[in-house]
């Protein structure tokens, strides 16, 4: 075991090693034959690593690797004591120039990072994958793990044959064998014997451009592969989308490449640089972490955006978005990539945006910036609202803080100021700067400045103080309308403590009915706003809306005849972006004390069942649950959960049969009745085929599991009915929804097993362990989990230091006590000063979420 000392590289210590170091190439070999058989831990890896070396810096160095065990280290043909902690292996006596070769054993994992292993319980087949960012490559391979020392990589893989083997590159060889009988060691750093026949194969890559050890790849297993490709100016890029066999059948595989095809196209155009990767391959992986990653050439997904069952209009906007998100990355990131992570920003921010304008732009999905602007950008405010918030480029001084950065700050309140930054210098401008970044940077690392020059450039104007209000700064602006006695109006700009007002372009539009009732626009100013006070000339309206177009970054607040007209009125405004606005305006309202809840509610009930954007309704109904678990009063809550309840069941039966809105609606209903069991009876004669089923509404598993939890979380299916229900849909989701349908029970026994098996099981995988603590906290159940508060502080810091970040994350976010008092959490804080940075940060912000749960409800 690494120690966290070891594992957790810093800023300061790595930029000396990429100043004494100069990384040319690395080799690769990994032996993952025997990844079929369960008894196998772990896999051979080898890595030669050809680099210079500045001696006059010094004549040792470390490289980076978190695995088994090293079993030989030779530097430029000697071999030298190991010296290795678990992460660090320590390296002596470098020349000028160095030929270092590392024989270790890696282990598979099963947390989603490293090298995951998966085993299909539909067939029992075995699926492979790597997941890196921001520094798990070491678990597979020894490297230098840092983004700005890249090297050209080359892979070879020993793997089973007949298996799919991919990695960034295409392969140049692929050669079959068969091994019988006690064969002896494998070629890289195996040390267990073969005992059984296997025809293997061995597959060789081409190198790689120049890359960052964290977005090379590799996928193994017998993935479903479906071929496609794209053509643009001479130029052919070979297509490749895959899956895992058993889901083969739910894989519409016509419109991933469609939106891919369309994506290359958009790009290309815009940054006026070929795509460099030679190939396309897109590859749709179990237990994932992330919704997806953008190893070039190599992309990998969550199986989440296999559809395997009824979808919508609005998830099929999401996978589209999110695969321009990761192609947008093959030159934001990949292509040029930052030189450590305070920059990240530089690709994910940048990804975020142009995956969204790609989507709105160039695919069916026109309404994308809809779904950016009251979902994303919800993500943004509620991070950017937090004590631990941060600039955009911000201060990463290690890896474990890099780890916690990947937030709303980085991704969405990145790119919703960009969107800003467009309007600021014009599009033409933006691109053409982006363009020579790219030639002048291409596979290099950069920071903030390099961007900056090109952009004033191209602009002319003063990008750096536009970078020093918006990317340098914290917090969100909250726009408001002001009249005085004489009706004069005056737009407000109020900002955190501490912080200056910034500057924003935006328009406020008017709004009016028409003859038919409809609210449209009637009158519309753009203002540059850059003080805390902006006269607006423009006559009040039914609804006077700020930030209409959504172009700035700022929380706007409704006056109150908007407010007024908004509640008898909202299904009237046609334009759905401009409800978007308003819904986000309401949102931000009630989760500040402005609006109460209950009134937010009233809203959601009346207008959420006439909402025609499925993507605006999604969010409107997880909201809407959210306010009557956090925000609603105590004593008004049994009330709320009721009303909201009986609102969705009603409204699955009134909307457009087999629509989007009716599944959201089912969806929904199903999380309501997990706190409200007054439609037990009727979910559960749906599920048996006795009851009324909504006309059009697919019965699919996955949401028969969603209401089979509801009926297991307040105590009105069994087990037995849970074992029924696996039999049915034995599959990867089938069994992951059943972990969480038995943790849901309200026994006493059964949380008390779930709360030791997700601080104690270690074999729990990634997914299994969400699914048991969401088990735990299923149904609302303080009465039953409260208990446990307590032993949660005595447990999260010795979780940090024995589990992998990933999971130790998990568990304390996904634990913690939603509690009547902050006084534990505080105690906690208080005692632990000395803990580690990441830890204290999760758990203020927890902190200020119950602080907030509890604020707001003492309010309405």
């Known amino acids: 075991m690494s120690s966290n000392a070891s594992a957790n590289l810093s800023r300061s210590e790595t930029t000396a090693r990429s100043a004494a170091l100069t990384l040319r190439r690395a080799h690769v070999e990994l032996d993952l034959r025997r990844a079929p058989d369960a008894a196998a831990t772990t896999f051979g890896t080898t890595t030669t690593l050809e680099f210079d070396a500045d001696l006059e810096r010094g004549g040792a160095t470390w490289v980076d690797f978190i695995g088994e065990s090293i079993e030989s280290v030779t530097l430029n043909g000697v071999d030298v004591p190991v010296q290795y902690d678990g992460a660090r292996i320590q390296v002596a006596g470098l020349a000028a120039s160095n030929s270092l070769t590392i024989v270790a054993r890696g282990v598979y994992s ?121 053509t643009r100016g001479g130029q052919t890029i070979p297509l490749g989308v895959l899956c895992r066999a058993s889901l083969a059948e739910h894989l519409d595989a016509d419109e991933i490449i469609e939106v891919t095809q369309q994506g290359l196209g958009f790009f290309t155009d815009a940054f006026d640089y070929a795509y460099p990767w030679g190939k396309y391959d897109q590859v749709f992986v179990p237990e994932y972490n992330l919704g997806a990653m953008e190893n070039p050439g190599l992309v990998t997904f969550t199986e989440k955006y296999v559809f395997r069952g009824a979808s919508t209009e609005a998830q099929h906007e999401g996978r589209a978005s999110t695969i321009l998100h990761e192609m947008a990355h093959m030159w934001f990131g990949d292509l040029v990539t930052m030189r450590w992570w305070d920059d990240l920003w530089l690709k994910e921010s940048f990804a975020d945006y142009m995956g969204s304008l790609a989507t709105a732009e160039a695919t069916r999905f026109s309404d994308a910036w809809v779904t950016f602007a009251n979902r994303r950008k919800a993500w943004a405010y509620t991070q950017d609202q937090l004590p631990t918030t941060h600039p955009i480029v911000a201060d990463i001084v290690d890896l474990e803080a890099a780890k916690l950065n990947f937030d709303g700050i980085t991704y969405a309140k990145g790119a919703a100021v960009l969107k800003q930054l467009v309007a600021f210098v014009g599009r033409d401008a933006f691109f053409e700067g982006a363009r020579r970044y790219f030639r002048a940077h291409a596979f290099g690392n950069t920071t903030l400045d390099d961007l900056l020059v090109q952009l004033e450039e191209t602009s002319g104007r003063d990008v750096r103080a536009w970078s020093r209000a918006w990317l340098e700064t914290t917090g969100v602006s909250t726009l408001d309308i002001e009249t005085d006695a004489d009706g004069r109006r005056v737009v407000t700009q109020s900002v955190a403590p501490g912080e200056q007002p910034r500057p924003h372009r935006l328009a406020v539009t008017a709004y009016d009915f028409t003859d038919s009732m409809q609210l449209e626009r009637t009158d519309s100013v753009e ?14 309206a039914p609804l006077t809306l700020l930030n209409d177009g959504d172009l700035t970054y700022a929380k706007v607040r409704l006056d109150d005849r908007s407010l007024t007209t908004v509640e008898g009125f909202l299904d009237r405004l046609t334009d759905p972006l401009a409800r978007g606005i308003v819904w986000s305006a309401l949102w931000n309202a009630t989760r500040d004390g402005v609006l109460p809840a209950a009134r937010y509610l009233t809203i959601a009930r009346s207008f959420a069942p006439l909402e025609t954007n499925v993507g605006l309704l999604g969010s409107v109904l997880a909201n809407a649950a959210f306010a009557i678990e956090h925000y609603v009063a105590d004593d008004e809550r049994t009330a709320q959960r009721r009303m909201w309840l009986d609102i969705c069941w009603n409204t699955v039966f009134m909307s457009r049969p087999g629509s989007g809105e009716q599944l959201a609606w089912a969806r929904a209903t199903a999380s309501a009745a997990t706190v409200d069991d007054a439609h037990a009876a ?47 849909d034995n599959t990867a989701s089938g069994v992951t929804a059943h972990v969480k349908a038995l943790a849901s029970r309200p026994e006493a026994e059964v949380k008390d097993a779930a709360w030791r098996s997700a601080w104690t099981d270690t074999r729990l995988t990634n997914d299994h362990l969400d699914a048991t603590i969401d088990g735990f906290r299923a149904g609302g159940r303080r009465d039953m989990i409260a208990e446990y508060d307590a032993e949660y502080f005595d447990r999260i810091r010795l979780a940090w230091q024995t589990r992998s970040i990933e999971i130790a994350r998990r568990l304390v976010l996904g634990l913690f006590p939603a509690s009547e008092s902050l006084e534990p959490v505080d105690a906690w804080l208080t005692d632990n000063v000395d803990a580690p940075a990441a830890l204290v940060r999760l758990v203020t912000e927890q902190r200020d979420h119950l602080a907030r749960d509890l604020r707001v409800r003492e309010v309405q």
């Open 682 to 728: 009727d979910i559960a004669a749906m599920l048996d085929g006795s009851g009324r089923i909504p006309d059009g509404l697919a019965l699919d598993a996955d949401l028969r599991w969603m209401l089979l939890t509801a009926l297991t979380a307040t105590g009105h299916a069994t087990a037995a009915e849970a074992d029924a229900e696996l039999q049915r």
């Open 110 to 230: 099963r947390s989603g990072e490293g090298m995951h292993r998966f085993v299909d319980p539909v067939d029992g087949e075995t699926y492979l994958y790597t997941q890196y960012e921001p520094a798990d490559s070491r678990r597979v391979m020894a490297c230098f793990e840092q983004p700005d020392m890249k090297a050209r990589f080359t892979f070879t893989v020993h793997a089973p044959a007949g298996w799919q083997v991919l990695s960034n590159q295409s392969s140049v060889s692929s050669t079959s064998s068969t091994e019988s009988g006690e064969s002896g060691h494998a070629t890289v750093g195996t040390t267990e014997p073969r005992t059984a026949s296997a025809a293997t194969q061995t597959v060789e890559f081409a190198p790689t451009l120049p890359l960052s050890s964290y977005i090379t790849a590799i996928v193994a297993g017998p993935y479903h592969r479906v071929d496609a490709e794209w």
């Open 527 to 540: 203002l540059d706003i850059s003080s805390d006070r902006t006269a607006l000339s423009l006559a009040a």
